[in-house]
């Protein structure tokens, strides 16, 4: 039974460890090269890397900052840093240096994890931030952390903490285009964890397919929280491919994703219901899901899929049903310890049907955001509700359909694109007057970047000389797909520019 009585006794890896299966050399984690990591293991290696972290002057509430590419080392990192009461911060391995300068400034963190070739680089952002070492990890396990590590013990007593007791910060850019901290505290990730494993029926027999990223509340925090909540075990994939998710199918329970994969496995003409034998659930999110690839995915499989709807302010908020209606277009119902309402401009709430902004409320809800007070007053209720900033209708059996998004945000392949933060990027290009950026249909990432420049009277820009700006100052998903050069931007009687024009006149652009 999970210990929650002692003081301090919430400390989220507490809660895993009460989960793991009483024989500890049960499997966790297998790579797709056929290694093999027990659940013995990840205490053992967590238990290393949190005392070197210690020794290294960390002390309970300090930040590690985190930018790795997938490995089984980087989730023993994870579970160290909660094991320490360290709050992990992790980055897309993506960010380029405009962009981790502002992470690093912000977080402030006491140490910081990167591949080798990195070093470097954070050497140069660590001045004046308080870091007091940079250590590296690289994708096959080895570099300075898990060298340092080594030397040490295999146990460690975990360090208490509080249920408001930050866990995890991470940002999420705004429409304005200074990226906000969102603090995540233990009690919220465990209480969505454990309302998942319930409501999606994990146990200790399921097989998760995980070939999502780690760097994102999808990848780290819902998938990797519902096995180690359940005692479940996973397959573990660098990276989503087509062809290894094939192979890997018949050997799974459960798989995880982001529409773009169910996309293209539907593209594969070997992806059919004996594929799927083994299956017993396939979930979706990050991205809205369309209706026809529901549609086609139960008729090529037999499975409905699964989809749901969360944030990294919340984790999750509403699911479909495991036993239940599944309906198509839908996010499904609140959880059953989160309220959602939809409200109209004036905060009232509306009536069944009616559009509105969604407000939701529960113990997965983030606290705040981080150092900026008054940025969380303004996105709460005074009722304690946060404001989404979606759009969204609830129908009189409760289904929670999302209708429109946070103003302008652009959804690509499941991964977050801030249009205004791209913009101020592209304005600071010599010979870039003004720009817009937009997202399109695409089929494969669901949206895609398109950039809209007016270039000044005496430019001589292309598109692929701002393309390869775009490569070397925004992450590689940012990057638009498509550029284009124009006298000027529509705009209104009030001088807004008027995006929905720019997005039905470029609509088909990236579907040709």
């Known amino acids: 039974m999970t210990n929650k009585t002692a003081s301090g006794g919430h400390n989220l890896y507490r809660q895993f460890e009460a989960e793991f299966p009483a024989d500890r050399?049960?499997?966790?984690?297998?790579?797709?090269?056929?290694?093999?990591?027990?659940?013995?293991?990840?205490?053992?290696?967590?238990?290393?890397?949190?005392?070197?972290?210690?020794?290294?002057?960390?002390?309970?509430?300090?930040?590690?900052?985190?930018?790795?590419?997938?490995?089984?080392?980087?989730?023993?990192?994870?579970?160290?840093?909660?094991?320490?009461?360290?709050?992990?911060h992790p980055?897309?391995?993506?960010?380029?240096?405009?962009?981790?300068?502002?992470?690093?400034?912000?977080?402030?963190?006491?140490?910081?994890?990167?591949?080798?070739?990195?070093?470097?680089?954070?050497?140069?952002?660590?001045a004046g931030a308080g870091v007091a070492r940079i250590l590296s990890l690289e994708a096959d396990g080895s570099g300075s952390l898990s060298a340092g590590a080594a030397t040490f013990p295999d146990t460690f007593e975990t360090v208490a903490r509080e249920p408001g007791d930050l866990a995890a910060l991470l940002y999420s850019s705004g429409t304005t285009g200074r990226p906000k901290g969102i603090m995540l505290s233990h009690a919220n990730l465990e209480s969505n964890g454990r309302t998942l494993v319930k409501l999606w029926g994990f146990n200790a027999s399921d097989v998760l397919l995980h070939?999502?990223?780690?760097?994102?509340?999808?990848?780290?925090?819902?998938?990797?929280?519902?096995?180690?909540?359940?005692?479940?075990?996973?397959?573990?994939?660098?990276?989503?491919?087509?062809?290894?998710?094939?192979?890997?199918?018949?050997?799974?329970?459960?798989?995880?994703?982001?529409?773009?994969?169910?996309?293209r496995l539907l593209a594969n003409p070997?992806?059919?219901?004996?594929?799927?034998?083994?299956?017993?659930?396939?979930?979706?999110?990050?991205?809205?899901?369309?209706?026809?690839?529901f549609t086609e995915f139960e008729a090529r499989t037999g499975h409905r899929i699964l989809e749901r709807y969360g944030m990294t302010e919340t984790g999750m908020n509403t699911s479909n049903p495991?036993?239940?209606?599944?309906?198509?277009?839908?996010?499904?119902?609140?959880?059953?310890?989160v309220e959602?309402?939809?409200?109209?401009?004036?905060?009232?709430?509306?009536?069944?049907?009616?559009?509105?902004?969604?407000?939701?409320?529960?113990?997965?809800?983030f606290p705040g955001y981080w150092r900026m007070p008054e940025k969380t007053r303004e996105d709460f209720t005074e009722d304690g509700f946060f404001n989404t900033g979606d759009k969204a209708t609830i129908s009189a059996d409760g289904y929670v359909s999302?209708?429109?998004?946070?103003?302008?945000?652009?959804?690509?392949?499941?991964?977050?694109?801030?249009?205004?933060?791209?913009?101020?990027?592209?304005?600071?290009?010599?010979?870039?007057?003004?720009?817009?950026?937009?997202?399109?249909?695409?089929a494969?990432?669901?949206?895609?970047?398109?950039?809209?420049?007016?270039?000044?009277?005496?430019?001589?820009?292309?598109?692929s000389e701002i393309i390869e700006f775009s490569r070397l100052n925004m992450a590689n998903f940012k990057v638009p797909k498509r550029v284009f050069l124009v006298d000027q931007l529509p705009r209104n009687a009030m001088g807004k520019v008027q995006k929905n024009i720019l997005r039905e006149r470029y609509a088909q652009c990236c579907n040709a």
């Open 25 to 88: 050399q049960s499997v966790l984690l297998q790579t797709v090269d056929g290694r093999s990591f027990s659940y013995a293991d990840a205490h053992r290696e967590s238990a290393r890397i949190a005392n070197y972290l210690l020794s290294l002057g960390a002390v309970a509430g300090d930040r590690v900052t985190v930018q790795l590419e997938k490995s089984p080392q980087a989730l023993w990192l994870y579970l160290a840093c909660l094991r320490a009461g360290l709050v992990y």
């Open 91 to 126: 980055l897309n391995p993506a960010y380029q240096a405009s962009e981790l300068a502002y992470f690093v400034a912000d977080a402030e963190p006491r140490i910081v994890v990167c591949s080798g070739l990195a070093m470097p680089l954070f050497s140069s952002l660590a």
């Open 211 to 263: 070939a999502l990223p780690v760097f994102h509340v999808h990848g780290l925090f819902i998938a990797s929280h519902c096995v180690l909540l359940s005692g479940a075990s996973m397959r573990w994939l660098e990276k989503f491919d087509v062809d290894e998710v094939m192979s890997q199918l018949p050997h799974c329970t459960v798989m995880m994703g982001v529409p773009t994969y169910y996309t």
């Open 270 to 293: 070997g992806f059919d219901r004996s594929r799927c034998g083994a299956m017993r659930l396939f979930i979706s999110g990050s991205a809205p899901l369309l209706a026809e690839t």
């Open 322 to 337: 495991l036993l239940g209606e599944r309906r198509a277009g839908t996010v499904g119902l609140p959880l059953p310890d």
């Open 340 to 365: 959602a309402r939809v409200v109209g401009a004036d905060g009232a709430e509306l009536p069944a049907g009616e559009t509105g902004g969604l407000q939701v409320r529960g113990p997965n809800v």
């Open 402 to 442: 999302i209708v429109g998004r946070a103003k302008d945000m652009i959804i690509c392949g499941g991964l977050n694109v801030y249009p205004r933060e791209l913009e101020q990027i592209l304005d600071g290009l010599a010979g870039v007057k003004e720009s817009a950026v937009i997202g399109v249909p695409h």
């Open 444 to 463: 494969d990432f669901g949206e895609a970047v398109v950039a809209v420049i007016v270039p000044t009277g005496e430019s001589a820009l292309s598109e």
